[in-house]
């Protein structure tokens, strides 16, 4: 007689699993949402609003007494443009689909790996992979959704005849591939765990 080593989940843990669904499914509208509304921005060429990044560029803003210029030091700002390169239309649509799709996919693994959960499947192949996809949709997407978004600032920039701009710095961010990082290291432990169910299945 093998051992049962299947994981059968509370009350309060399908509450919590149900949960993490709800809120899911409202980021996945909400992401969709935004992604149209962003889109019906860029897509007409005119008055296209791009957020670009700057490196401690300074600047005069009217904050003082009587509304007096103050210098300050910027790190971001919002360029609106027109005109621009179909080429560049393109990049921007494709960095605002390319996030979306991003976010898209790591709600639906996030709610394919509750299900299971709630059928008492806690370490199985099919969420480890789960795992591993969402840590891959999160390094594609990052760099992908980056790079077309710098090339839509560069020519934005260009747009406005600015010349400073260092594509080199763009909007790059660490801390989604530290989150794949760590979601590497759970499938990691998935793949454990897998080997020990294995194991303790075997037994008599």
Known sequence: MQLDTTVRPTRSDRADLWTVIVVGAVVAAATIGFAVVRLSGILPNSAVEVLVPFVDTPASVPIGPDGALVPVAIDQGVLTVSNLSGFVIASLALAVLIDAL?????????????????????????????????????????????????????????????SGYDSVVGTASLAPYFVATALAAVALAFKAGERLQREAEGLV
């Open 102 to 162: 991003m976010v898209l996919t790591i709600v639906a693994c996030l709610g394919l790996l509750c299900r299971n959960l709630m059928r008492g499947r806690a370490f199985s192949r099919t969420n480890r992979r789960l795992v591993i996809t969402t840590s891959v949709a999160i390094v594609v997407g990052t760099a992908l959704g980056g790079l077309f978004q710098t090339i839509g600032v560069n020519g934005a920039f260009a747009a406005v005849g600015y």
